[in-house]
């Protein structure tokens, strides 16, 4: 009854080939939109922002990179935390170095530079597959985290070895720096997620996801169709180092303000963006959403649980914080194959019959 | 010949040892990949939680004392008894044992038939587990393991070799615990190789190596062989778990020599024994001899992190199945 793919006629091709298809789809993305545009900036407190809100939309964007290159052309990459902090160092010097330029500009060049990285470390997927490719990345995470840890240039010679994100601002209201407002923050980042979510699903749909989709369900059939190996895996790589660059040049300039490489961007990170894209679902763009929700509340929620409620130490609320992570991705994996992404595919065929199952 | 050539040469020595800690943990790998076509990412947490356990069973405290206290507000830590280091490694094999089966029972089972890199993401899922599993178990600060083996540098080869280098030369400085490390290797690779090519169940193994069909239908148990073989790196994760833990201490750094056995099977083949030892060697003096050579004079120090990573990834790009691989053939 509620979700139904018949009965809505289109009279154009316009219509017909428009974002989201479906009424319903359609509806439910206005109603999201509206909510997180309208009225999560008047609730929004700091707690929130900096606890869940934030990190949900930088993760988010992350994660749709992720999927790209993973879900939709089935390159497995464990380098995600270094092309994060390629992201992060290029705005860092890109603000650092041009105080003229316009956060979002700044922001937006350290994911084309991270996409030129990304690409370089790309190449040898052409020869390398599978696992040997998942462990070729790992090259890319730990020689880039070396790279900013070792040479001083990176970090403009400072003695901690940190960088700190300088004061900038957008139509006058303060974007980075020390005295940042939650909402504007807030709708800083939502913007740029949606404007990226936007154009990664009409990416995928278009001939270039095709073409990825081909190479991950098996290359060699693909290149024997006309699909260009070479392309498409640049491409994806590509793309998918912008969108994560663009994540990492947040998480430094408007979340953390000040980063040090190898905390924020070592081996976990690219593990935390993996389990996010696994649990939400691979080759699915929602699911980037659904898996960055999942793995930012699933330690606040524990958190606040074990130590503010039960009062325990917070090493141990930690420990048990890591036994229950592992734990979830298993009973995930073994219950949900697909992520979060398929729950949300059969609650659809749920409510196409609702409330008459038969 | 100067004193910096036999530098060199003691890096490169000490290079080998390095290289033999790393075969070690690669060995685990290889087992599993083999066996069950899984890459097993908890191989370096397996490796911390045996040694955790060890740690444990000798000096006898008492599992999950921190959660107990915290939740009930007792003040317990020690059982207050020393368990001799034989007796506790067999009962550390017990626990790897049993772990085996759990994990087959629990995880493998309903993950059978499922893409590669899901089982991949099931053993991510595993390591953070038992990362958390065994700190709550036995405590996260640094243990130091104690299992009867001298530590420090070796005065026997260092005197013997100190006539090599005129004066400004003490002679060959090898650590006791690596010379340990590396006969216990040799011995343990040698008698998995014996295991696989005279016994009945080695002989099974190969089989499911080789095809898991046509052993199921030859009457050969999967299940079975799945907790034989995750037995087994089990027990050579408590080896390299002892190996490394008597060296640095017992600790989460532990876990992360699993990463470092990733480029040593890139190096080797994800499929081949002696490939993984091959490889650890490759790696262990190709990264001492870059530091010594190059990183440290020129390029600022701590190569050590990335230099095997880069070195495989140069070199799979000219051979993608490693040394001593199956050549990969795919067909539509």
């Given at each position: 009854m509620l979700y139904r793919e018949v009965g809505d006629f289109k009279t154009t091709y316009r219509a017909d080939g428009q974002?989201?298809?479906i009424a319903f789809d359609r509806w439910r993305y206005y109603v999201v939109l509206a909510f997180a545009f309208l009225v999560v900036p008047f609730i929004i407190n700091d707690y929130w922002a900096n606890a869940i809100l934030m990190p949900f939309l930088i993760y988010a964007i992350a994660a749709i990179g992720l999927n790209i290159l993973?879900?939709?052309?089935?390159q497995v990459s464990l380098g995600t935390g270094g092309f994060m902090a390629v992201g992060a160092y290029s705005c860092y010097k890109l603000m650092t170095g041009f105080p003229d330029l316009n956060i979002l500009f700044c922001v937006l060049l350290s994911g084309v530079v991270t996409a030129l990285v990304g690409m370089l470390f790309g190449l040898p997927s052409l020869r390398i597959k599978g696992f040997y490719l998942a462990v070729a990345t790992l090259a890319a995470q730990f020689f880039l985290v070396w790279l900013f840890n070792k040479v001083a240039w990176f970090y403009n010679y400072s003695a901690s070895g940190q960088i700190n994100a300088p004061e900038r601002t957008l139509f006058g209201y303060?974007?980075?720096?020390?005295?940042?407002?939650a909402p504007v923050t807030y709708l800083f980042c939502l913007v740029l997620v949606v404007v990226l979510a936007i154009i990664a699903r009409n990416l995928t749909r278009g001939h270039l996801g095709r073409s990825w989709m081909a190479i991950r369900d098996m290359d060699i059939a693909a290149e024997i169709i006309g699909v260009n190996p070479l392309k498409a895996k640049l491409t994806a790589f590509g793309i998918s180092s912008f969108y994560i660059g663009v994540a990492g040049a947040l998480l430094f300039s408007?979340?953390?303000?000040?980063?040090?490489v190898g905390e924020v961007f070592g081996i976990q990170k690219s593990f935390l963006v993996l389990f996010m894209v696994i649990i939400g679902g691979l080759g699915s763009i929602f699911g980037s959403f659904a898996g960055a929700a999942f793995m930012v509340l699933l330690p606040v929620l524990l958190k606040n649980v074990l130590?503010?409620?039960?009062?325990?130490?917070t090493d141990i609320a930690t420990h048990l914080e890591f036994a229950i992570v592992g734990l979830l991705i298993i009973v995930f994996l073994i219950?949900?194959?697909?992520g979060l992404a398929q729950l949300w595919r059969v609650i659809k065929e749920k409510l196409r019959l609702w409330p008459f199952p038969h | 010949m100067p004193a910096s050539f036999y530098y060199g040469v003691e890096v490169m020595l000490n290079g080998l040892m390095a290289g033999v800690m790393y075969s070690l943990v690669a060995l685990g790998f290889v087992l599993i990949f083999k066996a069950s076509g899984i890459f097993n990412y908890a191989q370096g947490v397996m490796a911390l939680f045996a040694a955790q356990t060890l740690v444990g069973i000798q000096t006898g405290i008492v599992p999950f004392s921190h959660m107990i206290n915290a939740a009930l507000g007792t003040k317990v830590h020690y059982f207050g008894w020393n368990v001799p280091t034989l007796i506790s490694i067999l009962l550390v094999v017990g626990v790897m044992i049993v772990f085996a089966i759990l994990v087959e029972r629990l995880i493998l089972k309903h993950l059978v038939n499922q893409e590669p890199i899901i089982l991949f993401m099931a053993t991510i899922g595993l390591a953070y587990f038992m990362e958390g599993f065994g700190d709550l178990m036995w405590g996260a600060e640094i243990k130091t393991l104690d299992v009867g083996i001298p530590q420090g540098g070796n005065v026997f080869i260092e005197e013997s070799t100190?006539?090599?280098?005129?004066?400004?030369f003490y002679g060959f400085y090898l650590d006791t615990l690596d010379i340990y490390a590396t006969v216990a290797a040799v011995l343990l690779v040698t008698s998995l190789v014996l295991f696989s090519q005279y016994t009945k169940t080695g002989r099974a193994l190969r089989a499911v190596a080789d095809d898991h069909q046509a052993a199921l239908s030859v009457g050969i148990s999967l299940r079975t062989i799945w907790v034989i073989v995750w037995s087994i790196a089990g027990f050579v994760a408590l080896v390299a778990g002892v190996m490394w833990g008597a060296k640095s201490?017992?600790?989460?750094?532990?876990?992360?020599i699993a990463l470092k056995a990733l480029p040593v099977l890139m190096l080797g083949g994800f499929t081949s024994i002696p490939g993984a030892i091959i490889g650890g060697l490759i790696i262990g003096v190709g990264e001492k001899m870059f530091e010594f050579l190059i990183g440290a004079p020129?390029?600022?120090?701590?190569?050590e992190n990335w230099f095997a990573y880069m070195l495989a990834l140069i070199f799979l790009v000219f051979r993608?199945?490693?040394?001593?691989?199956e050549k990969i053939i795919e067909r539509v």
């Open positions: 974002t989201f298809p993973t879900g939709y052309c089935g303060k974007i980075t720096g020390a005295e940042t407002s408007v979340y953390l303000g000040a980063v040090e130590v503010g409620t039960l009062g325990w130490p219950l949900e194959p697909h | 100190a006539f090599l280098g005129g004066d400004d201490g017992v600790q989460f750094s532990l876990s992360l020129f390029l600022g120090g701590a190569t993608p199945q490693g040394l001593f691989g």
